[in-house]
Each structure stands twice: as structure tokens, then as C-alpha cells.
């Protein structure tokens, strides 16, 4: 499945070079075009699905096997310390290109790139009441 303006599903098929660096059957990975550190590496299902609540479990769960093995290999080749993963899923967090993917973004000590967010509180009794409404959405889900 593929969606007609998408450019991921034109990088997928080729029809939009990329500097991939690995393709199986089903995903690939390439080169983000605008990176945030050398070797920011997206990763991608070849199928069409908008975001982390469109994919099927099936195809989210072959696509992440490769993780492991590409998150090493960014590791390796930029001499990186660490790594972000980073998946965003809707417009107000950033999602820009709406064909699921996950950003690998490598991390060296002092890059400046940043990682710690605004941290917030909860109200008295807010977190419970947040965590039995998501107790009772995923009840049997
Ligand atoms: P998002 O904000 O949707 O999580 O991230 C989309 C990413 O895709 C951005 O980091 C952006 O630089 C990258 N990107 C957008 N268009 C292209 C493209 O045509 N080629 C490549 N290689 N990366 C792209
Ligand atoms: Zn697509």
C-alpha cells in the first residue's frame, strides 16, 4: 500500500533518491536530508501508515527488529556515545512527514543538541485518576 504524494512511499519505491542505507522486504532505512547529527538515520515501513496509531502491530513489530542492528551500526560508523530514538506521532509533536518512522540520532557528550525537556507535576490526584483512565482504555485491549 502506498499513498500517492507521500515521500517516504517515493523514497520506498525509488522513485525519490535517498541515501539509503539498508532495505529488506518490507522497510528501509536512509539518510535524514536535513540532519541533526551526522548519521541521523530514518527508518521506515515500505507500506503506507501515517503514524504510530495507523501502523498494524504485525508491521510495527518487523520494522523495530531492526533497530538493534542499525542503531549499532550508527553507533559504530559515526563514533557516536549515544543514541536517540525518536517517533513522533501527530502534528503538534512535530511530525512533519506523515509515514511512520523512527529517527535514530546519534549522540556524543556536549553535541548541544539537547535532550532534556521541561519536566512538569501532577496535581493532587491527577496521576491516579490518569493512570485508572488508562487502566480501564486498555483493559482488554
Ligand atoms: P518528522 O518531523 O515527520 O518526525 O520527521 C521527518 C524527517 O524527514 C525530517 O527530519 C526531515 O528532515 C526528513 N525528510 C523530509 N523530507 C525528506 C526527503 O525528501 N529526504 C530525506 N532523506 N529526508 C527527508
Ligand atoms: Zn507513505
Known sequence: MTSGNCIFCKIASGA???????????AVAFLDISPLAPG????IPKSHYRDLIDVPEDVLARLTSHLPKLAGAVLRVTGA???????N???????????????????????RLGFRWNAGAYSP???KAIQAALRAALAGA
Open 16 to 26: 525519490v533518491p535517498a541515501l539509503k542505507v539498508f532495505e529488506s522486504d518490507d
Open 40 to 43: 541521523h538515520t530514518l527508518l
Open 81 to 87: 556515545t549515544g543514541l536517540n530514538l525518536l517517533q
Open 89 to 111: 506521532t501527530g502534528e503538534s509533536s512535530g511530525q512533519a512527514v506523515f509515514h511512520v518512522h523512527f529517527h535514530l540520532i546519534p549522540r556524543v557528550a556536549d553535541d
Open 125 to 127: 490526584g491527577e496521576d
